[in-house]
């Protein structure tokens, strides 16, 4: 629905006893244009050499490899993600952010993003 949505990755530290790790915690993506208006979005994140989608979020036992969002007033996500600073694209453009919710990947693991909307 857009080519050129801008995707912005965030990091967070995460401090532990004798070292600590940055988490790839969120995406931003802005620059949505009112095309996609009613479209689901999928996030996945890959590594340099596998084909395997990275496991974006860990909540308990369930693991979550790909984060959704449906671009609409509802603005409803997948398990494992909430969303925030959400705007429409009304005529212009919008933006949202995913953020993934507890055991997250390293931040040095992620080597490439895709998205994809239907």
């Known amino acids: 629905c857009d080519g050129t949505i801008t995707t912005t990755p ?23 244009s009112s095309a996609c208006w009613g479209k689901t979005f999928t996030l996945k994140a890959y590594g340099d050499s596998s084909a395997t989608p990275l496991v974006l979020a860990t909540v308990g036992a369930a693991t979550y490899s790909q984060a959704t969002f449906n671009y609409s007033a509802a603005g409803t996500a997948s398990p494992g993600i909430t969303t925030s600073n959400y705007t429409s694209g009304g005529s212009g453009t919008g933006t949202f952010t995913l953020a993934f919710l507890g055991t997250q990947a390293t931040s040095g693991a992620v080597y490439k993003l895709t998205l994809e909307s239907n």
Request: no cysteine.
């Open 10 to 32: 965030t990091a967070d530290f995460v401090n532990a006893a004798g070292g600590g790790s940055f988490n790839f915690s969120a995406v931003a993506l802005s620059d949505v």
